[in-house]
């Protein structure tokens, strides 16, 4: 299960496809009233013709590079097992119920049927909200079969080792500075998901103090991937750093901004820059569109020399093999 794409690049199926995802209230958690002004009446009117931009600048001719991506990794994963494997998307299509009746077509009997939502770390705007979902058309469908879920594997071997290869190439005999652009969320859903209630954002360093906290705790999540790619990659602590991307809205969310570091890296003598996005495991609008394009014209206009975007992991053979084994592991 994949985040999920607008039907094409036209103006009216992006807006269709945007009104879905952030009336979603655990990606905009403001009571329904509120949420409804705000999306229909501001952001989708506003947002809808420049995504639609944004959307036809890596638009392929096999439609959304994050579907296609998805389906790819299917097609790639069906193979490696007995049992039929199906794609589902959060937002959009194929939805969940499709994905699951497909599944009943492919096996009438079906027992259990295994998520595996492609988010590597715990936000409730992104993993929370896919399990969620799926649990509910689960439940209100009356489906006979049991339902297993894939936990965030943030910090699990098989992806940190799929990971790590994955950028082996761009970074082996190269001393060149590496961020690692985490898609962002606002602060507030950082407290809400802290279980003590006391712990998340309440000190400076309160991700590198041990806590029950951080199973759920997405900053966390994203520093402890860092530091054990980085650690396998045997990379030293001055030549990478962390940075969230993709802010909407005027409320406080996770910092270093990513384009703020964009204007900043090269007044810091950092000219020669990679750029990994580890929250993301199929490449989408915020790597292709977003980091790809945008921030390296904001990063050359600051001054910076060379700029090279690492792509996600996609279909790549170590990684299907991991997703294998993420499924086994439950």
């Known amino acids: 299960m994949n985040l999920g794409s607008p039907d094409s690049t036209a103006v009216k199926d992006v807006r269709r496809y945007l009104d879905e995802f952030l009336m979603d209230e ?15 009446g501001i952001i989708t009117p506003f947002r809808a013709p420049k995504s639609a931009e944004a959307y036809e600048s890596i638009w392929t001719k096999d439609g959304s590079p994050l579907v296609h991506i998805t389906r790819q990794l299917q097609q790639q994963l069906q193979p490696l097992t007995d049992e039929p494997v199906v794609i589902a998307m959060r937002y959009g299509r194929p939805a969940m119920k499709e994905a699951y009746d497909e599944l009943l077509r492919l096996a009438p009997d079906v027992e259990e049927v295994v998520l595996v939502p492609l988010y590597p770390h715990y936000a409730m705007s992104s993993y929370e909200t896919a399990v969620v979902h799926a649990q509910t058309v689960h439940t209100k469908s009356g489906y006979r079969f049991s339902l297993k879920v894939v936990p965030p594997f943030y910090n699990d071997p098989v992806y940190i080792d799929a990971l790590a290869e994955s950028m082996k190439a761009y970074v082996t005999g190269n ?7 985490y898609h962002s969320i606002p602060e507030r859903h950082i407290k809400k998901s802290d279980v003590t209630g006391t ?26 991937t860092t530091r054990l790619v980085a650690a396998k990659l045997g990379l030293p602590s001055d030549r990478y750093s962390v940075a969230f991307q993709s802010k909407l809205g005027r409320s406080a969310w996770l910092t270093p901004a ?29 790597t292709l569109e977003e980091i790809a394009i945008r921030e390296k014209e904001n990063f050359m206009e600051a001054g910076g020399q060379t700029y090279e975007y690492i792509p996600c992991m996609n279909i790549q053979p170590q990684w299907v093999a991991a997703v294998k084994q993420l499924i086994a592991a439950v």
Not at 26 to 35: G, N
Not at 175 to 181: G, K, P, R, V
Not at 259 to 264: F, V
């Open 199 to 224: 712990h998340c954002l309440n000190r400076a360093d309160c991700c590198n103090v041990n806590s029950e906290a951080h199973k759920y705790c997405y900053r966390h999540q994203c520093y402890e």
């Open 258 to 286: 990513t384009t703020a570091r964009m204007g900043q890296l090269p007044a810091e003598g950092i000219k020669d820059l990679l750029v990994i996005c580890p929250s993301f495991v199929s490449d989408c609008l915020e």
């Open 26 to 40: 655990r990606v905009i958690d403001s009571p329904f009233l509120i949420r409804s002004i705000l999306v229909k």
């Open 175 to 181: 001393n060149t500075h590496i961020l690692f652009s």
